[in-house]
T-cell receptor, first 114, second 114 residues
Framework: EPEVTQTPSHQVTQMGQEVILRCVPI?????FYWYRQILGQKVEFLVS????????KSEIFDDQFSVERPDGSNFTLKIRSTKLEDSAMYFC????????????FGPGTRLLVL | QKEVEQNSGPLSVPEGAIASLNCTYS??????FFWYRQYSGKSPELIMS????GDKEDGRFTAQLNKASQYVSLLIRDSQPSDSATYLC??????????????FGRGTQLTVWP
């Protein structure tokens, strides 16, 4: 069964460093998302992406964040200058054809900012 | 502020019992509703999606939606110890400025004891 994949599974970085989290969505899916989950808290929406542009972004997704689909398969989240409070699990998700359809989540990247 | 509220739990049931998980949402125009299961340290895994009022059954799981009451529930019949996890309710408003974004509840932790 097709699934969303993410790399790396874990990332440790120093405050102020840039990180890039990578995702390969399910191949025939058209909508892509990033969510994050701080330990013990809710899953929170960051951004959605469709047709090579951002569809929607949350208040969390400030100028430090960017997303890109550099080729036909990868979808990346970049955090330009990490802060301690960026430490979280970051989940990529994708859905097939419409915005109300099921979103399938990848296994996540656990980011720790020191 | 769009809210998704779940009964706080934790919920503990014996093996073979029915587990009942509840969720309310604040935005009346919400279009699609999802139950995800999340094991500790893992990503959300889809259990059920429901779009229309009424019941939807899939194996041991039944989702119930009542849009008038802004209420969605999940029943797990014949609960198994492997069902022990946190169950996340997620709502997609699917229109306007919140196209595609999933709003998650905090989750209900379920323990099924042998």
């Amino acid at each position: 069964e097709p699934e969303v994949t993410q790399t790396p599974s874990h990332q440790v970085t120093q405050m102020g460093q840039e990180v890039i989290l990578r995702c390969v969505p399910i191949s025939n899916h058209l909508y892509f998302y990033w969510y994050r989950q701080i330990l013990g808290q809710k899953v929170e929406f960051l951004v959605s992406f469709y047709n090579n542009e951002i569809s929607e972004k949350s208040e969390i997704f400030d100028d430090q964040f960017s997303v890109e689909r550099p080729d036909g398969s990868n979808f990346t989240l970049k955090i330009r200058s990490t802060k301690l409070e960026d430490s979280a699990m970051y989940f990529c998700a994708s859905s097939e054809g419409t915005v109300v359809e099921t979103q399938y989540f990848g296994p996540g990247t656990r980011l720790l900012v020191l | 502020q769009k809210e998704v509220e779940q009964n706080s739990g934790p919920l503990s049931v014996p093996e073979g019992a029915i587990a009942s998980l509840n969720c309310t949402y604040s935005d009346r125009v919400s279009q699609s509703f999802f139950w995800y299961r999340q094991y500790s340290g893992k990503s959300p895994e889809l259990i059920m999606s429901i779009y229309s009022n009424g019941d939807k059954e899939d194996g041991r799981f039944t989702a119930q939606l009542n849009k008038a009451s802004q209420y969605v529930s999940l029943l797990i019949r014949d609960s198994q110890p492997s069902d022990s996890a946190t169950y996340l309710c997620a709502v997609n408003i699917g229109r306007g400025s919140t196209l595609g974004r999933l709003y998650f509840g905090r989750g209900t932790q379920l323990t099924v004891w042998p």
